[in-house]
Structures are given as C-alpha cells and as structure tokens.
C-alpha cells in the first residue's frame, strides 16, 4: 500500500490533466482552521477550500452526519425524491425569501439552472424576443459555457467559441449604464451581491437597490449569485438579507455544504412553477448524502450566536491586517464583508499576490488570492483567535521577505 508521503505534488504532472497547477503544499489532513501537509508540516487555513469550509475542516456535526447518512442511504436519484433533500429544502426555504429550492452539485450548475429558468419563464409568458441577459465585468458565476459566456472575465470564455449569445456586460456598480442597456428584451440580470473572484468589490448599496428598480420596472428577473457570498459568510445567511435588496432567484454552493459538493438555486413558487415536469434536471443534485451534511452545516451557521461571530472575526482579521499595514503601508485598500475579505496591494507591489500567496504558504499560511492584486481571505467562519494571530504572524514574514 502507498503511503501519503509516497505522493508528491509532482505527481499531478503525471497523472492529471494540467488545467491547474496546484502550489507546492500537498495537504494530506485538517482539524479546524489547520491543515497538515504529506511532509507533516502544519499551517493555518485562511482559505477554506475558497469559501467552502465553513465549519473548517471535519466538524464533528458533519462527520457525523456524513457518517449517520453514509450508513443510511446515499443515492436514490431524483427519479424518487429523499428526505435529507426535503429537510434542507425547508431549512433553506425558511430561512429566505424563497418558496421553493432545487439542488445542484456545483455553483456553475446552481447558475446554469438560474440562467435557463429566467430564460424559459421569458420564453413562456412573453416569448423568444425577451432572451437577453445582462452581467457585469469582473463577475464569475463558474466554468460551463453559459455561465463562462456570462461571466465577466474573457480569460475564462475565450476559446470556446462560438459561446452563448444574447449576454451584454456592463461595468458592475454602474447604474446609468444599466438604465440605458436594460430593456424589455432583458429577461434577466445577474451579480453577486459582492464580487468575490473579481477583486472582492463590494458595490455601492444604491447600486443593488437601482438594480432591483430596473428589473421591476422591464419585467427583468433578478438573480443574485450568492455561491461565495452566501451561508454566514457576510455574517448573514445570505448578503441580500443585510442590505434588505431581494432577488427573484438567488444560488449557492461552497459553504452550503462546507467541503460536500453541493449547490442550491432558490426562487419564488410563482417562477419555480415554469420550472415543469421535466424541464430540467440532475442525477446527482439534492442527493441524500449531501443534503444530509448541508443541513448539518445549516444547523450550525443558522445560530445567530455564529453569525454575530462572524463579524467578530471579520475585526480579528481586520485588526491583523491593520497591524501588518502600519509596519509596512502594502495595501491599497483592505475591503470586504464578514469572512470574505480582500487587501489590495499598493502600485510597487502590483501583480505580486501569487508570489505573496506562496511565501505565506512557506511561512505557514495558507491565503487565496483574487486577481493579481489583491489578497484574498475566506477562512472558517469558526475560526479561533488563535489561529488568527498565528496567521498573521506568518503572513507578516512572508511579506517582509516579498516586499522588500
Ligand atoms: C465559485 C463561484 C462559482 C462557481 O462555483 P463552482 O462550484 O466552482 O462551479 C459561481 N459563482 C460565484 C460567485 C463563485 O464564487
């Protein structure tokens, strides 16, 4: 038997198809807000798996409920509905504007649903004419070709042609750019509340509320893509809840399901209803055993006592960023919501974020970065004070080697 140690991040070369390239920590375990690597070196997770692990890294109420389910039932398909599926459902239902929920296994899929129900609930009760899809530059709403055709970054939908037509992007927070390309031909217009991948843009709040106007007024749906944003990571459930601007249709995934792939696409019964019978679909979306551990990590997150914690570790990390900041003025500008916070790097140290994001690893650290500019952190919404200081000691090294 191979021992994990046998294994070395080299081997991805070998045996993996290169659309990453994964940096040089292999890790092989995690408890909490750490994580061990195959040489059995330990650092301090600011990442979170991009926003996913929620609970941090095996959470007792997970594992309990992936094992209690594991030994229960796993997979029945959608041909039968199941009742881990039916309780998340109502947890998630009961805790939104929504009436109704479909589960997906991925943000992008959360996404492709939300993209094709504005389009199909257009096509019904208007027709053909009313297809188009407004999205904003910078946005990211995942890797399949509709959702890569409305995200706004072309390195992601360039090469595939041709890709999804009927998409205009506009720049995200501008409204009078919207005013004047919304019409009633929009069937749609689709954001995150707070632009995670893009940079970690939080907009103006008249943005979202003029935004929600104008779809009123064109008979344009609303989708708020809440995939990063959503789940307690802003110290709400979701971000539209804190500045009170409601979609038609919102999607999730990452920290829904805390390290378990799952996603949801939540919407009124009235739109949920030209989602028919057969209309669309998945194998495995809404299976038992991922519900099952979503609606652990709900049981969690739900605890306004948690929520509150959220904002107090968003001043923790503030609080370290500052410090960092005062013994050497690298950001730009340090912004964000809750446990989704990005620094952006001052003019000298422009484009230096991997090579920041890869010292903090040496260092003990592990960060994300959005863009070449900006420092990115997700970490678990539990995360300990600890960890905290202790991160930010590391990152601290890594930039006095970086930033010299
Ligand atoms: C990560 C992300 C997605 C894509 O999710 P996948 O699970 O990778 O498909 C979509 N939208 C937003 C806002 C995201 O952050």
Not at 49 to 69: D, K, R, T, W, Y
Not at 360 to 384: C, M, Q, W
């Amino acid at each position: 038997m191979t021992q994990e140690h046998d294994w070395q991040v080299t081997d991805f070369q070998q045996w993996m198809i290169p659309c990453y390239a994964p940096m040089s920590v292999l890790p092989v375990k995690g408890k909490g807000s750490r994580v061990w690597d195959n040489n059995s070196k330990e650092y301090v997770d600011f990442a979170g798996g991009i926003a996913v692990s929620a609970l941090g890294h095996c959470h007792p109420v997970m594992v309990n409920a992936l094992v209690e389910q594991a030994q229960t039932l796993w997979h029945v398909s959608n041909v039968m509905t199941n009742v881990p599926a039916l309780k998340l459902a109502k947890t998630l239902v009961s805790n939104t504007f929504a009436d109704s929920a479909f589960f997906a296994n991925s943000g992008a899929e959360a996404n492709e649903a939300a993209l094709k129900l504005a389009r199909r609930y257009a096509h019904e009760r208007v027709g053909e004419g009313k297809n188009e899809i407004i999205a904003f530059t910078q946005g990211f709403h995942g890797r399949t070709l509709f959702t890569v055709s409305v995200g706004g970054q072309p390195k992601y939908s360039s090469g595939f042609g041709p890709n999804i037509q009927g998409i205009t992007h506009l720049p995200y927070g501008d409204l009078t750019a919207l005013k004047h390309a919304i019409s009633d031909r929009t069937c749609a217009v689709i954001l995150e509340p707070l632009q995670g991948e893009g940079g970690v843009i939080v907009p103006p709040l008249d943005f979202l509320m003029g935004v929600r106007q104008l779809c009123d007024a064109c008979d344009a749906l609303m989708i708020f893509d809440e995939v990063q944003t959503g789940n307690g990571r802003t110290g709400a459930l979701f971000a539209y809840q804190e500045i009170n601007v409601i979609p038609d249709i919102l999607t999730t995934a990452k920290s829904l399901g805390g390290g378990m792939p799952i996603a949801a696409m939540l919407t009124t019964e009235h739109i949920a209803s030209y989602f028919s019978v057969g209309v669309h679909g998945s194998t495995y979306g809404g299976s038992p055993l991922a519900c099952a551990v979503a609606d652990a990590v709900w049981s969690v997150i739900a605890d306004p006592d948690v929520l509150a914690g959220v904002k107090v570790r968003e001043s923790w990390l503030r609080d370290g960023l500052a410090q960092i900041q005062r013994d050497r003025p690298i950001f730009k500008e340090i912004r964000g919501k809750g446990l989704l916070i990005g620094a952006e790097l001052n003019a000298p140290w422009k484009g230096q974020a991997k090579l920041i994001m890869e010292a903090a690893a040496e260092e003990g650290v592990l960060i994300l970065i959005a863009g070449s500019d900006v420092l990115r952190f997700t970490p678990s919404l539990l995360i300990d004070r600890e960890s905290i200081t202790l991160g930010m000691q590391a990152l601290q090294r890594a930039i006095d080697r970086v930033c010299v």
